[in-house]
T-cell receptor, first 114, second 113 residues
């Protein structure tokens, strides 16, 4: 079956602009996660959804970052007033349920803020 | 705070040689531990995972890892490396049900032919 997909694969924007990054999880997976991977680093947790609700958003760096999952499937990560430090690869993962299930990762969206 | 440490940033091995990638964890309770591999242009792929039980875990592509509580380690091993194993390897910890994964900084593996 299809894996986790993310669009766009690359996004270049200017400082101060608003961007949206989309994640389509594996069909039927109820848990969805966002991570951010800066150059030379391991991915860092941002937020996790169980169904439609954000169960843990403790990794969001500040209030410019927001994520939604209105129907419990597709999720959108939204970044307002982008800064150069937001440049990174944003990874999405899904799992059948929260807990010990394996997280399956998408290919990521590379965000570049000029 | 929960943390995962990979002390080796880069490792180079010859094809056919054995491999061991080091990982140490710091968790209050027994963590869930994983090894993921990331190849250029590819997404993160799970190699193996440890939740409980047998401390020697077998994974895909001939990899295995051993959980050693006394040493707080979860090292990844492979008896004979193939050129296609060149990639970045992440040791990952999950706690509290594994919802939030904590990644190490990664070890970049280079395989010499």
């Amino acid at each position: 079956g299809a894996g986790v997909s993310q669009t766009p694969s690359n996004k270049v924007t200017e400082k101060g602009k608003y961007v949206e990054l989309r994640c389509d999880p594996i069909s039927g997976h109820t848990a969805l996660y966002w991570y951010r991977q800066s150059l030379g680093q391991g991915p860092e947790f941002l937020i996790y959804f169980q169904g439609t609700g954000a169960a843990d958003d403790s990794g969001l760096p500040n209030d410019r970052f927001f994520a939604v999952r209105p129907e419990g499937s597709v999720s959108t990560l939204k970044i307002q007033r982008t800064e150069r430090g937001d440049s990174a690869v944003y990874l999405c993962a899904s799992s059948p349920a929260a807990g010990t299930d394996t997280q399956y990762f998408g290919p990521g969206t590379r965000l570049t803020v000029l | 705070a929960q943390s995962v440490t990979q002390p080796d940033i880069h490792i180079t091995v010859s094809e056919g040689a054995s491999l061991e990638l080091r990982c140490n964890y710091s968790y209050g309770a027994t963590p869930y531990l994983f090894w993921y591999v990331q190849s250029p242009g590819q997404g993160l792929q799970l190699l193996l995972k440890y939740f409980s039980g047998d401390t020697l875990v077998q994974g895909i592509k001939g990899f295995e890892a051993e959980f050693k509580r006394s040493q707080s380690s979860f090292n990844l091993r492979k008896p004979s490396v193939h050129w296609s194993d060149a990639a970045e390897y992440f040791c990952v910890g999950g706690g509290g049900g594994g919802n939030k994964l904590t990644f190490g900084t990664g070890t970049q593996l280079k395989v010499e032919l």
